[in-house]
């Protein structure tokens, strides 16, 4: 089975603008959930979709958000690009979320803010 | 809320040798899982070991164990044997319902 697939890896942006990454989930997968890593935060949650809606929401402002597709591939939008919105976004598919989905992740999209 | 913590920021260990990294979490919650993340310089987050804290039984994978205490919220990893390849930042985390709740990571060195 081909693994989670983000695109784009890399991107420049320049503070005020907007942007959208997307990730494929591992095929039968219904959970993904998205994660922000910083040097200095660390590995914060984001929100997680199952069925194409929003199961779970982490403490990030209204400028983050995202939706899921019927195919399960989500998409995440961070309007107003703030300076330290730069950061690695990872997602990460499971089976079926809760307890008994192992999430795996992906390659992650590095997002410089300018 | 659930917290991790990873207090050891980095490790270093001769290759073929044995080395354990610590974690302990806090939470009122019975039912959990836990997991241990490998992130090497290529940022790919690899998933290294689970454990249902329902199951008294320590999790092994290959060269990785854990030596998990429930009543002490617990959770350390053992790499038994350990690799060139093992150089990774290694990241323990606590699963309830979807959210993923991770430590602050530790950096392992294998020197050959």
């Known amino acids: 089975k081909a693994g989670v697939t983000q695109t784009p890896r890399y991107l420049i942006k320049t503070r005020g603008q907007q942007v959208t990454l997307s990730c494929s989930p591992i095929?039968?997968?219904?959970?993904v959930s998205w994660y922000q890593q910083t040097p200095g935060q660390g590995l914060q949650f984001l929100f997680e979709y199952f069925s194409e809606t929003q199961r779970n929401k982490g403490n990030f402002p209204g400028r983050f958000s995202g939706r899921q597709f019927s195919n399960s591939r989500s998409e995440m939008n961070v309007s107003t690009l703030e300076l330290g919105d730069s950061a690695l976004y990872l997602c990460?598919?499971?089976?079926?979320?809760?307890?008994?989905?192992?999430?795996?992740f992906g390659p992650g999209t590095r997002l410089l803010v300018l | 809320a659930q917290t991790v913590t990873q207090s050891q920021p980095e490790m270093s260990v001769q290759e073929a040798e044995t080395v354990t990294l610590s974690c302990t979490y806090d939470t009122s919650e019975n039912n959990y899982y836990l997991f241990w993340y490998k992130q090497p310089p290529s940022r790919q987050m690899i998933l290294v070991i689970r454990q249902e804290a329902y199951k008294q039984q320590n999790a092994t994978e290959n060269r990785f164990s854990v030596n998990f205490q429930k009543a002490a919220k617990s959770f350390s990893l053992k790499i038994s044997d350990s690799q060139l390849g093992d150089t990774a930042m290694y990241f323990c985390?606590?699963?309830?319902?979807?959210?993923?709740?991770f430590g602050k990571g530790i950096t392992l060195s294998v020197r050959p």
């Open positions: 095929s039968g997968h219904r959970s």
């Open positions: 985390a606590f699963m309830k319902g979807s959210k993923l709740t």
């Open positions: 990460a598919s499971g089976t079926s979320g809760g307890n008994l989905g192992t999430q795996y």
